[in-house]
């Protein structure tokens, strides 16, 4: 499957608290998605970077790598730490401008 016809069925809310979901958005609406990589399985891109607050998508850039390995979703931010890999607003960012481009 490709990682676009996954992320086209996904509800992105339901991976990532409601504070990110919210922060996430923020990021993708104000167009802090760049694209690094893109193939049929897996996604790199930048998000973030932006001034102001949090919850107007303000904060650092990170790179995010989103993939499908044995049909399941897999995310990597840089701004995690290693053992602590939650699907922050990066990923939610980088996904929802997936499913929107
Ligand atoms: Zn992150």
Known sequence: ???KTYLAA???ASLATPA???YGSAICRRN???LISEHE????????GLDGTVKEGGGSRRRVHLYLK???LQHHCTGNPK????????CVAVALYLQKN
Do not use: Q, R, Y
């Open 1 to 3: 499957m490709k990682l």
């Open 10 to 12: 996904l509800d992105v």
């Open 20 to 22: 990110n979901f919210g």
């Open 32 to 34: 802090a998605v760049e």
């Open 41 to 48: 399985t897996e996604v790199e891109a930048w998000a973030g």
């Open 70 to 72: 044995d049909g399941k």
């Open 83 to 90: 053992h602590h890999d939650i699907f922050c607003k990066h």
